[in-house]
């Protein structure tokens, strides 16, 4: 069975540590979207890679946050330095986009972060 | 540019009553929309979706969800409520061709009453 995987699951970490946040996306895929979702903002899409290339990191902060593929079968995500405002869950997706995929794409579990 | 609208943020019905969720969208060129759901910590999981075939899409768990063009509409039913179906459920929608990024709603939980 197919699936999206996300490391770690949990994360509690002070204020000011670096965070880094691992997706091996679905064999095949070759678009992968990081998204963020808290309370008050909903599901916010912060980057998403096609063919490991960057398209779009508009809604990413720059100063703290970056993201990366090294790899077809890596992404990563890392914040530093980390803030209490960055507690969120941050869930990877992947997918193959065009007209047979219909531009689904599947989520993963999720990164639950904690900044304290 | 594309945004969906879900009216809502908490709907609870009966079990075994008819469950109606609303979304609204707003896309400057033919779009694709989906109805993901959320059950309690985990990730989002893929209901249905439309890609401009059949205007009327059925989906898993016994979901089905029909695209309105002159309404802008894309909402999400079920006849019957079972209380498995309590959960979140988000709307979204992403351009037919090129920008594949999707845009989602700000989510409707649903609460099944025994």
């Known amino acids: 069975d197919a699936r999206v995987t996300q490391t770690p699951r949990h994360k509690v970490t002070e204020m000011g540590q670096e965070v880094t946040m691992r997706c091996q996306p679905i064999?095949?895929?070759?678009?992968v979207f990081w998204y963020r979702q808290t309370m008050m903002q909903g599901l916010e899409l912060l980057a998403y890679?096609?063919?490991?290339?960057?398209?779009?990191d508009s809604g990413m902060p720059k100063d703290r946050f970056s993201a990366e593929m090294p790899d077809a079968t890596l992404a990563t995500l890392k914040i530093q330095p980390s803030e209490p405002r960055d507690s969120a869950v941050y869930f990877c997706a992947s997918g193959l986009p065009g007209i047979r995929s219909g531009n689904t794409i599947y989520f993963g579990e999720g990164s639950w972060l904690t900044v304290v | 540019a594309q945004s969906v609208t879900q009216l809502g943020s908490h709907v609870s019905v009966s079990e075994g009553a008819l469950v109606l969720l609303r979304c609204n969208y707003s896309?400057?060129?033919?779009?694709?929309l989906f109805w993901y759901v959320q059950y309690p910590n985990q990730g989002l999981q893929l209901l249905l979706k439309y890609t401009s075939a059949a205007t009327l899409v059925k989906g898993i768990n016994g979901f089905e969800a029909e695209f309105k063009k002159s309404e802008t509409s894309f909402h999400l039913t079920k006849p019957s409520a079972h209380m498995s179906d309590a959960a979140e459920y988000f709307c979204a929608v992403s351009a037919n061709f090129g920008n594949e990024k999707l845009t989602f709603g700000t989510g409707t939980r649903l609460t099944i009453i025994p």
């Open positions: 890679f096609r063919n490991r290339a960057p398209l779009d």
């Open positions: 896309s400057s060129v033919p779009p694709y």
């Open positions: 064999l095949g895929h070759n678009t």
